[in-house]
């Protein structure tokens, strides 16, 4: 007499659902989508990097800001891959997860181009690639056991068109008049090509190298000294501590200068850009948080330049603060000062002066510059809050910066060091708010439109 099979299982034992080795007939398995979209989200996670990092080797406002837009949208596809990541089995991420060698070495290869041109056509190719991928994926999984993962695809999808688009002018007509430099661009082009294709290589291979490397050295990520638009001429540092200090400017005796202020916020983003490429290992939501701020920047950086067009002005009538560049004697320790002094100083004391202008704006009868600076309080609320969260982080190899609060003190006092203060004029003020916020930064003329 045939007797059935018993089946038995530990209904507490699920390790069987992290096993690669299983296989289910030729379908897609939960731990299969799991890694697939974990190689996706390595890759969103060096997009960002490779777009935040060229921000301050382009010579173009516009494009710097553009470049920002397209790093912070890569992070927030990782959220969505990061949240599907962690339904699944076998590809959990977690604060101590970074990009793997190999694909941290193929974008390092590529980001290096020689100029602008060369690595818009790369990240264009890579992004179209990557898209492709996610398209491929939306063809193979199931449309229903996988309803979740191709819900977080489909929104990845709304930005298809604007990050791929985005490069075309750099690229399409790419030194048509320089044939030397075309030679270069179509040399460049075949080696990012054959970069992809290494990276989404199951085999190990030696490492490629660009012919002309050493001839052409690269323009960026993250360029020692920033390139800088001419349109927007930088301020004399050994007259001024800030551009907004610079009495030349058609601005300084009135309101509107808190326009100009919001438009300056340029240098800030570009300093962020050296950050978000240069700080290594720290927590994703790390990078998630700086992207957003540094985007945040960009934006009322944008917003400013829009509104000053709007008053009659051109960007040449000012003097512009330039952005901190990131060094190796730097890196430790200004980075870390840069970001506290940013988050837990000029943030804060700049909430005085713009909760002053909404009203003298709307005096004025001024109310798009009073909603701008309702916008930019809005968001600097939440900047506060990313320094709060990191600050002591980025300091923590530093012995005597070990809670939020001190991170907070010595920002403060090194803020007031460099503008020129006294250690006994700091001491006075350190503790009062109000009058912190009068030494670090300046006042507006709220009657004077």
Request: charged share 25%.
């Given at each position: ?16 659902l ?40 382009a ?15 890569h ?14 089995p ?28 060369e ?12 898209y492709?991928?996610?398209?491929w ?37 790419a ?16 080696y ?43 301020v ?18 009135s ?146 910066f ?30 009062s ?5 009068g ?11």
């Amino acid at each position: 007499m045939d007797t059935k099979p018993t089946i038995m299982v530990d209904v507490n034992d699920l390790g069987f659902l992290d096993n690669t080795e299983t296989r289910t007939g030729t379908f897609v398995r939960p731990v299969d989508t799991a890694l697939m979209l974990r190689d996706c989200y390595w890759i969103e996670f060096e997009l960002s990097r490779m777009a935040m990092g060229w921000v301050t080797a382009a010579p173009d406002w516009e494009w710097k800001g553009e470049l920002v837009r397209m790093g912070y949208l890569h992070t927030e596809h990782m959220k969505k891959l990061r949240e599907r990541i962690g339904e699944l089995p076998g590809a959990a991420l977690n604060e101590r997860s970074w990009t793997p060698q190999r694909v941290s070495d193929v974008f390092l290869a590529v980001s290096t181009a020689p100029a602008f041109a060369e690595f818009a056509y790369a990240y264009r190719s890579f992004v179209t690639k990557l898209y492709a991928r996610y398209a491929w994926l939306s063809d193979v999984l199931d449309p229903i056991l996988e309803e979740p993962t191709l819900d977080a695809l489909r929104v990845i999808e709304l930005d298809r068109q604007l990050m791929i688009g985005w490069a075309d002018p750099h690229v399409r007509f790419a030194y048509v008049d320089d044939p030397e430099g075309r030679k270069r661009f179509d040399s460049w082009r075949k080696y990012a090509d054959r970069m992809w294709d290494e990276l989404a290589s199951d085999q190990e291979h030696a490492a490629i190298e660009w012919a002309e490397r050493l001839q052409h050295p690269p323009a960026g990520p993250v360029p020692a000294s920033p390139a800088n638009d001419p349109k927007y001429p930088h301020v004399d540092l050994t007259k001024y501590r800030s551009a907004m200090f610079d009495p030349a400017s058609p601005t300084y005796d009135s309101v509107k200068h808190m326009i100009f202020i919001n438009a300056s916020e340029m240098s800030a983003t570009e300093s962020l850009t050296y950050l978000y490429y240069g700080v290594q290992k720290m927590p994703m939501d790390f990078y998630h948080d700086v992207a957003r701020h540094t985007w945040d920047e960009s934006r009322h950086s944008r917003m400013g330049v829009r509104r000053l067009k709007q008053l009659g002005y051109r960007t040449e009538d000012f003097s512009w603060h330039p952005s901190t560049a990131l060094t190796p004697d730097n890196l430790e320790r200004t980075f870390p000062e840069f970001y506290s002094t940013l988050t837990m100083v000029m943030e804060p004391c700049s909430f005085i002066k713009k909760r002053k202008s909404i009203d003298a704006f709307k005096h004025h009868g001024d109310d798009l510059s009073s909603l701008q600076s309702e916008y930019d309080i809005a968001d600097e609320r939440l900047h506060v809050q990313f320094g709060k969260k990191w600050g002591a982080k980025l300091f923590e190899q530093i012995e005597d910066f070990v809670t939020a609060q001190s991170v907070a003190d010595k920002a403060k006092q090194l803020h007031l060091q460099k503008m020129g203060y006294s250690q006994s004029e700091i001491d006075s003020v350190l503790r009062s708010f109000p009058e912190f916020c009068g030494f670090a930064t300046m006042d507006l003329k709220y009657d004077v439109y």
